[in-house]
């Protein structure tokens, strides 16, 4: 790879060890995908999970010295003051929680703990070079803000934000942000959930693809909550870091500008609205009596509390049944403010920020049923141990106050 001086003096050490791992694993990363040279990053998001790996590659750097040149913001751990006191955790789990804290606040994050930052907080511009990790926010801010972002991991997006630079290759090009498959889709999603059940319907074809969804009909724009889902799942049940809807995201005006000039592809046999409720029984384990219904799988808007709780009102989660959604820190603010929260909580409905569904605190659930309205949710979920239930908002509140889904 060609190296600046500056980054040169990185590489050798004489920024300090820190900065030197950083440069070192990303000269690797560019060598490994053919990156002529390295590129500025204005942005970052680190999706550090609270996980052992994460928080050792984070120590590693700092204590080596290093302090980040482009503050980014990070992804969710979990709550320790809140859910200590509800759920029980060994004493390594919440140690390993508090490092982490620590951590990234010395190397000098912006402690967000929130999975859903293009949304608000760290709002990529068009065309604006960043690097994101997080499996919502990258195809997020791709798709529809049109900023430019790898596939990357909390590891490659922490040395992007120590280094402020990136190996030049994937989708910082423009050649490489074309659209390579067709996909037609014969009715139009109502709510975010259908969405993110349509993202992963495609994302399991799509593999590493960039598709282009053509709607037969599109009565309205979608949301952004709409879109997150969709690039969520996309990114969960395949690996796609950028896709164009037709008519809708920046860089799809028209079918033929989404495809960049090249041949537009034939596509297969349109999706249509039996193929989600066919994976929507898929994915799902059977019914029966739960103990936890789980939202915020990306971290839920300030709009989707606000329709929760009108979906709870004169209604009471069940005993025996935990019900709780997880949030960025300014939407609970905004619903602690707008009153939706006290509400919600006299109903029995918890809100928590800072928090991922993929963490320890939770697994006192485990072995119970659960019933979530994001299929990421029931992945993660299912691999620590806790069946899971696939359902839209309105049928996730049905079952709490009923106890039981079919
Ligand atoms: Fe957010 Fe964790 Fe889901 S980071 S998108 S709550 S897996």
Redesign the pocket.
């Known amino acids: 790879m060609i190296l600046s001086d500056d980054e040169k003096r990185m590489l050798d050490g004489s920024c300090g060890p820190g900065v030197q791992k950083a440069m070192e694993l990303q000269v690797a990363l560019g060598k490994a995908f053919d990156a002529e040279r390295m590129i500025d990053v204005s942005r970052a998001h680190v ?1 550090l999970s609270g996980q052992e790996g994460d928080t050792y590659w984070c120590e590693l750097l700092v204590n080596g010295g290093a302090v980040c040149r482009v503050t980014p913001t990070t ?2 751990c979990w709550d320790v003051r809140n859910l200590t006191n509800h759920y029980g955790v060994s004493q390594a789990e919440l140690d390993l929680a508090l490092r982490t804290i620590d951590v990234y606040r010395r190397i000098g994050a912006r402690l967000t703990f929130c ?1 859903t930052p293009e949304l608000a907080g760290n709002v990529p511009s068009f065309g604006e070079h960043v690097a994101f990790s ?3 926010a990258t195809p997020y801010v791709n798709s529809v803000l049109g900023a430019r972002s790898s596939r990357e991991s909390s590891v490659s997006a922490l040395a992007a934000a120590v280094t402020g630079k990136t190996p030049l290759y994937g989708l910082h090009f423009e050649e490489n942000r074309r659209g390579t498959l067709l996909v037609d889709v014969d009715f139009w999603p109502g709510e975010p959930y259908d969405w993110g059940l349509l993202g992963w319907c495609i994302g399991e074809f799509a593999g590493s693809a960039v598709p282009v969804l053509r709607f037969r009909h599109m009565p309205r724009r979608p949301s952004p909550e709409a879109l997150l889902y969709l690039g ?1 799942e996309l990114n969960t049940s395949g690996a796609v870091a950028m896709y164009h809807i037709v008519g809708v995201t920046p860089e799809a005006p028209t079918l033929e500008a989404a495809f960049g000039g090249n041949p537009v592809p034939a596509s297969s046999r349109p999706i249509v609205m039996a193929d989600l409720k066919a994976k929507e029984e898929e994915l799902s384990e059977e019914g029966g009596p739960i103990n936890l219904v789980m939202l ?4 839920y808007s300030h709009d989707q509390i606000r329709e929760l709780e009108v979906l709870m009102r004169g209604r009471k989660v069940r005993d025996g049944v935990a019900f709780w959604v ?1 949030t960025s820190f300014d939407a609970l603010e905004l619903a602690e403010r707008s009153g939706e929260r006290r509400r919600l909580e006299e109903a029995g409905v918890r809100l928590v920020p800072d928090t ?3 963490e320890p605190c939770w697994k006192s659930f485990e072995g119970g049923l659960g019933v979530t309205d ?1 299929p ?2 029931m992945y ?1 979920r299912e691999r620590r141990g806790q069946p899971f239930v696939v359902r839209r908002l309105a049928e996730c509140v049905e079952a709490a106050v009923k106890g039981e889904v079919q």
């Open positions: 999706a992804n969710p999975c997080e499996s919502s969520a915020g799988c990306p971290h997880l991922c569904i993929d994001s990421k949710c993660y």
